[in-house]
C-alpha cells in the first residue's frame, strides 16, 4: 500500500528536533511522496534544503500563501518567480484567500492570486488552493481563467457538497485531510457524494492533526488515519482507497 501526503510544512521549525525521525515514520508507514507546498520568500531556503536532504521523497511547490501577502508581496512573487526558474517545482502553491483574520486585504490577495494561478497556467503546473472563510471569492477568480487548463486543487476542503461539485467541476481535486475524522465534521457526506476519483489525502503539517491526535503536532505518517477513515466513509478497504487516492495524486502532479 502507497500512499502521498500532498501537503506538508515538514520545513517548519516545528520539525527542527526531529525531522529525520518523522519522514523515517512517514516512510515506514507507507507513505512514498511528501509534498511540500511553499508559504513565502522566507520559507524557500528550508524547503528547498529538505528537498535536497530527502530527494525523491520530499517534492517542493513555489508559491506565496495569502496570510503573507503584505505591502512587499509583487516584489515577492517578482522572486519566487525567478526561483521557479532555476528549480524544479511540482506545483504553484499555496495560493488563495484566507478572510478568515482580516478581510481589509482582500484586493491584493486577489492580484496575487490571479497572478499565480497565471503563473501556473503558463509553467502547465497545477495550483494548490488556500481557502479559508472565501469559497465564493476563490470560484469567482477561478472562473475568471475558465477554458484556460487550469488545474489543482482546492487545499483543506471546507465547503458545502454545492461547492465540491463547483470544484470538481472546475477541473479540481478535493484535498482531504484531518478534519475528515472530526466528530461535527460534514466530509464525510461530501466525500460519499462525489467518489474517491475527486480526492488527494493531506495532512497540512504542523496543523490540523486527525483524531486520535487532534490538538497536537501533526505529521506525514498520520495520513494512513486519514486514509482509513476514507476506506471507512466508502465502504471499501485502506488499500483500495489508497490505490485510487495515489494515482489521483500523481496525475495531478505529474509525478
Not at 116 to 134: G, T
Not at 142 to 151: A, M, P, Q, S, T
Request: glycine letters at 6%; one cysteine or more; a negative charge.
Amino acid at each position: 500500500m502507497q500512499l502521498i501526503d500532498t501537503h506538508t510544512h515538514l520545513f517548519l521549525p516545528e520539525f527542527d528536533t526531529d525531522r529525520d525521525e518523522m519522514v523515517n515514520r512517514a516512510v515506514s508507514s507507507g507513505v512514498v511522496k511528501l509534498l511540500m507546498p511553499n508559504i513565502d520568500i522566507h520559507t524557500v531556503d528550508a524547503m528547498l534544503s529538505a528537498d535536497d536532504r530527502y530527494e525523491g521523497i520530499c517534492l517542493p511547490m513555489i508559491g506565496l500563501h495569502p496570510t503573507s501577502v503584505s505591502d512587499d508581496f509583487i516584489s515577492q512573487l517578482d522572486m519566487l518567480e525567478d526561483i521557479a526558474a532555476k528549480h524544479k517545482f511540482i506545483a504553484v502553491g499555496e495560493t488563495g484567500i484566507d478572510l478568515y483574520w482580516d478581510k481589509t486585504h482582500l484586493d491584493r490577495q486577489s492580484e496575487a492570486f490571479r497572478r499565480q494561478v497565471a503563473f501556473a497556467i503558463r509553467s502547465d503546473l497545477p495550483v494548490v488552493i488556500h481557502s479559508r472563510n472565501a469559497v465564493g471569492e476563490v470560484f469567482s477568480l477561478v472562473d475568471e481563467f475558465r477554458g484556460e487548463k487550469l488545474r489543482g486543487v482546492l487545499h483543506a476542503f471546507s465547503g458545502d457538497r454545492r461547492d465540491a461539485e463547483k470544484a470538481i467541476e472546475l477541473g479540481f481535486m478535493l484535498g482531504i485531510g484531518g478534519p475528515v475524522t472530526f466528530k461535527n465534521s460534514q466530509l464525510d457526506t461530501i466525500v460519499k457524494a462525489v467518489g474517491p476519483e475527486h480526492v488527494i489525502l493531506e495532512t497540512d503539517a504542523p496543523y490540523l492533526a486527525p483524531v486520535p491526535y487532534r490538538g497536537k503536532r501533526n505529521e506525514s505518517s498520520y495520513i494512513c488515519i486519514i486514509n482509513k477513515r476514507l476506506a471507512e466513509i466508502l465502504e471499501m478497504s485502506e488499500e483500495e482507497t489508497a490505490g485510487i487516492t495515489y494515482e489521483n495524486s500523481c496525475r495531478l502532479f505529474n509525478i
